[in-house]
């Protein structure tokens, strides 16, 4: 009992440390999956801790200006992250100082596990969609399966890829699909680590 009493001080002390137990507090209530509240976590961590120093988990969150706070940091990280990665760390914080600041006015909790979950089951299982695919059809203007063919590509990690294209595919849809794929590549360098990594920091 102490232990909780204690974290709901913390809680409520509108700090980055108790912005931080928060999000525990939304894991372990279910409020919300480790995958999506996790990263808050980091981010918060990362952005205050740069800017503030050792002791920011003391640093008061609730009358803070977060945009010109945030535009502080990318000064400071310039160089170090790609701009990517910057933007996603202000986009955590953003829904994290958000959710956090809710919570200590109203007592209010994002729904984000349930909001998950009523996403999956509208895009898994539209019965519309189900109907189209049982009478050979797409549902969605796209080809029935047996107007796509399957290309495949050799890889340079020796891997073989597979590209499901329409028999006949026209010269823009081509060079559409050519830039989104460019899109997908992946370059380690300055990318944000893992959830795993940074919470073992």
């Known amino acids: 009992m102490a232990t909780q009493e204690n974290r709901a001080q913390v809680i409520s002390s509108g700090t980055v440390d108790g912005l931080v137990a928060f999000c525990d507090y939304l894991i372990e209530k279910g409020y919300a999956a480790s995958g999506a ?4 976590k980091s981010a918060a961590k990362q952005v205050f801790e740069s800017v503030e120093g050792p002791g920011y988990g003391a640093f008061d969150v609730r009358g803070l200006n977060l945009d010109d706070y945030i535009a ?29 600041l809710a919570y200590l006015d109203n007592g209010t909790t994002p729904q984000l596990a349930r909001r998950s ?24 203007g796209t080809p029935p ?17 597979y590209v499901r294209l329409p028999r006949q595919l026209h010269k823009a849809d081509a060079e559409r699909l050519a830039t989104f794929v460019r899109t997908l590549v992946f370059e380690p360098q300055g990318q944000l680590p893992s959830a795993e990594t940074e919470e073992n920091n």
């Open 145 to 161: 399966v047996a107007d796509l063919v399957d290309y495949p590509f050799p890889l340079q990690t020796g891997q073989l890829a």
């Open 37 to 40: 509240v996790s990263p808050w």
């Open 72 to 100: 502080r940091w990318e000064t400071m990280q310039r160089g170090n992250y790609k701009a990517e990665s910057i933007a996603s760390y202000a986009s955590r914080l953003r829904r994290a100082h958000e959710a956090y």
């Open 117 to 140: 979950a009523r996403r999956r089951e509208t895009v898994e299982r539209p019965p519309a969609a189900r109907e189209a695919r049982a009478n050979g059809q797409s549902g969605s």
